[in-house]
């Protein structure tokens, strides 16, 4: 079947605009994550869906940052007023299980999101 | 604070070359240790996962085994297509459910 997938694959933007990031998972997955990634650094978690419900957002770096997640499948990562700290490749993962349960997490090809 | 730390951030091997990559941990609450290997412009992708010290799993010349600090990642006679940044991460269980922590990777290149 088919992986997590992400959309867009790049995305350029200028300082100040907002940006919306999508994430496929894989279907029958209920448990879905975002990671930002940064040149040189380790995948930074974000925030957590189980179902549509997100238990954890400790992760989200500011509220510029919100997430959202639609009938248990598609998830919609939303940056507002960008800014050029924010460039990064931005992963989304998704696993079967909800996370309190031993499981993989499987991860897209990630958006780079470029901020000028 | 969990902390996870890998070393070394780079390995150069020559093909055939055998090594090990170590990924430390100080996290409470173990659930589990995971191992993802990511090539440029790509998501990681999953290897193996380790629950207790002492486990042992294998693929193709990849070995992974954990004890209770550190895991090791054994490469045995790498070829140039193992070359890749090689993910360790652990999951621990954080107000009633769980959370991956990733060390920043090492990065192998295995030189033909």
């Known amino acids: 079947g088919a992986g997590v997938s992400q959309s867009p694959s790049n995305k350029v933007t200028e300082k100040g605009k907002d940006v919306e990031l999508r994430c496929d998972p894989i279907s029958g997955h209920t448990a879905l994550y975002w990671y930002r990634q940064s040149l040189g650094q380790g995948l930074e978690f974000l925030i957590y869906f189980q179902g549509n419900s997100a238990p954890d957002k400790s992760g989200l770096p500011s509220d510029r940052f919100s997430a959202e997640r639609t009938g248990g499948s598609v998830s919609t990562l939303t940056i507002q007023r960008t800014q050029q700290e924010d460039s990064a490749v931005y992963l989304c993962a998704s696993s079967l299980y909800g996370a309190t349960i031993k499981n993989e997490q499987f991860f897209g090809p990630g958006t780079r999101l470029t901020v000028l | 604070e969990d902390q996870v730390t890998q070393s070394p951030e780079a390995l150069r091997l020559q093909e055939g070359e055998s090594s090990s990559l170590n990924c430390s941990y100080t996290?409470?609450?173990?659930?589990?240790l995971f191992w993802y290997r990511q090539d440029p412009g790509k998501g990681p992708e999953f290897l193996f996962t380790?629950?207790?010290a002492g486990e042992e799993k294998e693929k193709e010349r990849l070995k992974a085994t954990l004890t209770k600090k550190e895991s090791f990642l054994h490469i045995t006679a790498p070829k140039p297509e193992d070359s890749a940044t090689y993910l360790c991460a652990v999951q621990v269980l954080n107000s009633g459910y769980s959370t991956l922590t990733f060390g920043k990777g090492t990065m192998l290149l295995v030189s033909p």
């Open positions: 996290v409470s609450g173990l659930r589990g």
């Open positions: 380790l629950y207790s």
